[in-house]
C-alpha cells in the first residue's frame, strides 16, 4: 500500500509540474531542459557512454531549433536545417524499430551510441518544443493533447492488458506486453481524441484520431526499444529520480520516440491545408 502511495505522489508531482509548464513557453523552455539533461543522463548510463561531449550537442541542438524558435519567434535559416534533422532522426527511429524485430542485441559501437544520445534523445525534446511552436502564437493544448493521449495509451493498455491480455506483444523483451493491452490502449486513446478535439479547439478530430493512432503505435515501439536497452544493460529501471516509477526516461520512453512523427504529420497538415 506504501508503494502504491509513493507511486501516485510521485506521478502525481510529475503531471502536475509538466502541465504548469506547458503555460509559459520560458518555463517550458526550461523544464524540458532539465528533463532532456536527466533523460540523456539515464540513457548514457544504459549504453555505457561517458563524457560530456553529448550534454554540449544536446544543449546547442535544444538551443538552435527549439529555443530560438519557440521564444524567439524566428525561424530564420532554420525551417531548412529543421527538416533535415527531422529526417534524420526518424531515420535513425527506423533502424532502431528494425533492430527491435531482431533477437540480436542492438549493436552499440562507439559511433552509434553517439548517434542515438543525438537523434533519439537529444532532438526528440526539439520536437516536443516544436509541437508547441505549430502556431504563430504560442499555444500548448496540441502538446497537452499529446501527452494526454499518451497517458491513456498507457493506463488502458496496462489495464486491458491485465484483465483481459493472453497474447504476448513482444515477450522476449517486455513478458508483461500483451496483444490485448496494446489493441485496449489504442481503443482508448482513439476514444479520448475526440475530447481532445471537442474541448482544446486546435486540430479537427480527424487529425487527433491520427495522432493518437501515431501515439499508440510509435509510443509502444518507444517503449519497447527502451525496454530492450535496459534488458541489454540488465537493469529493471533507466533510474531512480521517480520514486515508485523509475527514471524518467521510463516516463518519457513513449512521447520522446513518438515526438519526430507527430511534428512529421503537424508539418504536412500545415502545408496540405
Known sequence: MKDIAIRAFSGLI???????????????ILLFFLFGVICLAEFKKLIQLK????YIIFAAIYFIFGYWQLVMQSNTGLNEATQILQVIS??????????????????????????????????????LVLIANYYPV?????????????????????????????????????????????LGGLFFACISSYFIAEYTNTLTFTNWLIISIIVSVFGTLGDLIESKFKRQAKVKDSGVIMPGHGGLLDRFDSIIFAAPFIYLFLR??????
Open 51 to 54: 563524457g560530456f561531449i553529448s
Open 268 to 273: 504536412i497538415i500545415h502545408y496540405v491545408s
Open 138 to 182: 504560442y499555444n500548448p493544448n496540441i502538446l497537452l493533447g499529446c501527452f494526454i493521449l499518451v497517458w491513456v495509451n498507457d493506463t488502458f493498455a496496462y489495464l486491458v492488458g491485465s484483465r483481459f491480455g493472453k497474447q504476448k506483444l513482444f515477450p522476449s523483451i517486455s513478458p508483461k506486453k500483451t496483444v490485448e493491452g496494446f
Open 14 to 28: 510529475y503531471v502536475l509540474l509538466l502541465i504548469i509548464s506547458l503555460y509559459n513557453e520560458h518555463a517550458l
Open 90 to 127: 526518424i531515420f535513425v527511429l527506423l533502424l532502431l524499430i528494425k533492430d527491435l524485430f531482431s533477437e540480436k542485441t542492438i549493436p552499440l559501437f562507439s559511433s552509434k551510441r553517439r548517434l542515438l544520445t543525438i537523434f533519439y534523445i537529444s532532438s526528440a525534446f526539439v520536437f
